[in-house]
């Protein structure tokens, strides 16, 4: 046997040579069972292993204690199958009726032949049965649900996850894992669901847990990724914006939302620096067109540009020649709008750019210029060069054109981006309020 270890290399470790760390007492038959899982579905969750010199007893090998002492009882609820020639899936669950019996064992009993052919097995659940709380007479059932794909990321999503509060409407079935079931009270301060194959069962509190991705640690990993100066710290803009610090003269901004930032330009222009450029990193949309920054702003991708690695994020560098500029005349210059406001991204009222006349960019031009001042169509329609009488005049829908997707977007667009005061005639553009002046010709 070579004690020489290497990462990538396939070692093949005798029995007799392992031993584990800290091992605890536990229940006979609680050991047997966990005992007899691994012998016939195998180890689903990786363990570590470490060469050691300095064991006692011919002992070579380490690993850590792998499991939690507390609960009762170990059932293998479920196992899910694959033929060996991929054709057929097979589910297999224990019911209520088992009496908390595992899986495998049922299988031998009345359907063998997955067990003693080659089929492979692709995710288990496993039921831990804890002990009744003070005052309850069900015992606690928490339910481990992997499949081997899941299994390598569990280490690194146990930090990124915590605890969250859902829609305790329904819930997934305590028992059986299987159902969706409504929740109602049971009339002595409890609740309960109707499973369709359980019936009625006891819903406890832990039943309802979720997880959501924590936030806070997403951030400072993101600060790590990034070489974010430590004396920097996080700003929060509002609105689901944050500010995460300067990397290198470069003010970063992490944003739940694209929308968010490309409706308020406020937002950036709170963050520049003279002589560094602004990255702003947000989720992708469903559907964009280039960049949708000018020149100044670089958008960073968040599933394109960072990957979980280690425990942390990493953060994928580009070189600029791998990502050519992309020359599109719908990228946003000013606010959501093109350089020649003949173009507005607006996710909200359309999933691609929208794109207006030449009327109405003018229109939209004109009143940009006026930085969200409220004011007079008078003072408007003259700065566009246009006869109409109102700025509105250009957005209304025709007939002939009701129902077409093109001035659906235009007349929505203008409701969404400009304020009317009927009564006193006042026109404005808020998202203008901090955007960048144009030069009216």
Request: glycine share 8%.
């Amino acid at each position: 046997m070579n004690r020489s270890h290497h990462p990538t290399a396939l070692q093949m470790i005798p029995v007799d040579q392992i031993v584990v760390l800290n091992p605890r007492d536990r229940n006979g038959r609680v050991f047997e069972e966990i005992v007899g899982n691994i012998k016939k579905i195998g180890l689903k969750k990786p363990v570590t292993v470490t060469p050691r010199d300095d064991l006692e007893d011919g002992k070579r090998f380490d690993v850590p204690e792998a499991f939690e002492d507390g609960f009762s009882m170990v059932q293998l609820k479920a196992l899910t199958f694959l033929s060996p020639d991929g054709a057929l899936k097979l589910e297999c669950t224990a019911m209520q009726s088992s009496q908390q019996r595992s899986v495998h064992e049922l299988l031998k009993e009345k359907l063998n032949g997955p067990l003693e052919g080659n089929w492979t097995v692709t995710a288990a659940q496993v039921n831990l049965y804890y002990p009744p709380e003070p005052g309850r007479t069900r015992a606690k059932v928490v339910t481990i649900e992997v499949s081997p794909r899941e299994t390598v990321a569990l280490a690194v999503l146990g930090k990124v996850v915590k605890p969250t509060v859902v829609d305790q409407s329904f819930v997934l079935c305590p028992h059986c894992q299987q159902h969706r079931a409504q929740v109602w009270g049971d009339g002595r301060g409890g609740r309960m669901c109707r499973c369709p194959d359980c019936g009625p069962v006891a819903v406890e509190v832990n039943d309802g847990a979720a997880l959501a991705l924590d936030e806070e640690w997403l951030r400072t990993k993101m600060r790590l990724a990034l070489d974010i100066e430590s004396r920097d710290g996080i700003d929060d803009l509002g609105g689901g914006v944050w500010r995460l610090g300067d990397a290198r003269r470069s003010p970063v901004v992490l944003a739940r939302d694209l929308t968010r930032v490309l409706h308020e330009p406020a937002l950036l222009n709170r963050v520049r620096v003279a002589g560094g450029d602004t990255r702003v990193i947000t989720p992708r949309p469903s559907t964009t067109r280039g960049s949708p920054f000018g020149t100044g702003v670089e958008w960073l991708v968040l599933e394109e540009r960072f990957a979980l690695y280690g425990g942390a994020i990493s953060f994928i560098a580009t070189s600029p020649s791998a990502m050519p500029a992309v020359d599109d005349p719908a990228t946003p210059v000013y606010g959501p709008f093109s350089a020649d406001f003949k173009w507005a991204t607006l996710p909200d009222i359309s999933s691609a750019p929208i794109q207006f006349t030449d009327g109405q960019a003018k229109v939209f031009e004109s009143l940009w210029s006026f930085k969200g001042e409220a004011t007079t169509a008078d003072r408007i329609m003259p700065r566009a060069g246009l006869d109409s009488a109102k700025p509105s005049d250009l957005f209304k829908i025709k007939t002939k054109d009701k129902g077409k997707p093109g001035p659906e977007a235009q007349h929505a667009a203008y409701g969404a981006l400009v304020v009317t005061q009927q009564r006193a005639g006042l026109y404005a553009m808020p998202c203008a309020a901090a955007g960048k002046e144009v030069a009216m010709t």
